[in-house]
């Protein structure tokens, strides 16, 4: 696997520094809401970054899986976004936090921020690990970020490409002429 990554953009170390700065920043801001909160991981791109996250944060919390697609199979372009696997617990009146992996054009979380409104949550708030600040769209607010990128296909981390590469510690570039 390591002669597949190009070169390695955030080591294994500062992600666990950085998300548990996340962890406090999160903790601080839901800080006195006992009816407590619903995580809402991303699914497959986010497992990595919710199993550390929510370790950093040992309160009452509920954790509700949904599943997108962004279409990218063998291809790094965005075509778009699916809901695979609607959420399955009830989040009228609870505050609500998106967790994704990476916002790249913004069309995933558009998609899963607009069907969670329409269930009346008490808050909404999303955030990713990684964001490309070039492409992902002004109209887009996040309201935590890991680390602002360049626009480069990264993996590892929980980030995939076709599937592969998401047991990677780090986040790495991987090779241009491996992918289309
Ligand atoms: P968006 O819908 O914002 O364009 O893309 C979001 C989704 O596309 C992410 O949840 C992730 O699954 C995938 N994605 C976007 N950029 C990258 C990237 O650089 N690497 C990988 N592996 N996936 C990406
Ligand atoms: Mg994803």
Redesign the pocket.
């Known amino acids: 696997m390591r002669d597949d990554i190009e070169r390695t953009l955030i080591s294994s170390e500062d992600l666990a520094r950085r998300v548990r700065e996340l962890a406090d920043e999160i903790a601080a801001t839901y800080a006195g809401r006992p009816d407590g909160l619903v995580i809402v991981p ?1 699914l497959s ?2 497992v990595i970054f919710l199993a550390d996250l929510i370790r950093c944060m040992p309160f009452k919390m509920r954790v509700g899986l949904m599943a ?1 697609s ?1 279409y ?1 199979g063998a291809t ?1 372009q ?1 075509r778009g ?1 699916r809901v695979l696997q609607p959420l399955g617990i009830d989040i009228t009146d609870r505050h609500v936090l998106v967790l ?10 558009r998609l899963v921020v607009d069907q969670l409104k329409r269930q009346n949550p008490a808050s909404l708030r999303v955030c990713v690990l ?1 964001r ?1 600040p070039n ?2 769209p002004k109209s887009l607010q996040v309201d935590f970020v890991g680390f602002d990128i360049e626009d ?4 590892g981390y929980g ?3 076709n599937d592969l ?1 998401r047991n990677w510690p780090g986040i790495g570039v991987l090779k241009r002429e491996l992918y289309a």
């Open positions: 991303i791109g986010s997108v962004s990218r790094t965005s976004a994704d992996d990476i916002l790249d054009t913004g069309n995933t979380l990684l490309k492409k992902a480069v296909f990264v993996v980030l995939d490409y590469y």
